[in-house]
């Protein structure tokens, strides 16, 4: 059974920092890509940052810069470090197994002005 725990998540000023944290049990850690995923209040989910198994992370184009994405496959846990947050950050925040329907519960990010 896949399992997703994020954690990290609170109220921040603009212009702070946070670190989200994404502990997976019940997979192979190591061989899967992982992804961060954020929804806004009466917005679609969209993808804020990609960590292959090996190779090149990517980011979108809103936190791009800001934001980074790294995995410890030691712990099965893949981070979202976020600098510099804005209001527009404000969301809740999901781990996600790409190519699969296998989603954490989400954190709340608030980024009060």
């Known amino acids: 059974q896949v399992q997703l725990v994020e954690s990290g998540g609170g109220l921040v000023q603009a212009g702070g920092s946070l670190t989200l944290s994404c502990a997976a049990s019940?997979?192979?850690?190591?061989?899967?890509?992982m992804d961060w995923y954020r929804q806004a209040p009466g917005k679609q989910r969209e993808l804020v940052a990609y960590?292959?198994?090996?190779?090149?992370?990517n980011y979108s184009d809103s936190v791009k810069g800001r934001f980074a994405i790294s995995r410890d496959n030691a712990k099965n846990t893949v981070y979202l470090q976020m600098n510099s947050l804005k209001p527009e950050d404000t969301a809740v925040y999901y781990c996600h197994v790409r190519y699969s329907m296998n989603w954490g519960q989400g954190t709340q990010v608030t980024v009060s002005s």
């Open positions: 019940g997979i192979i850690f190591g061989i899967k890509n």
């Open positions: 960590t292959p198994s090996g190779g090149i992370t």
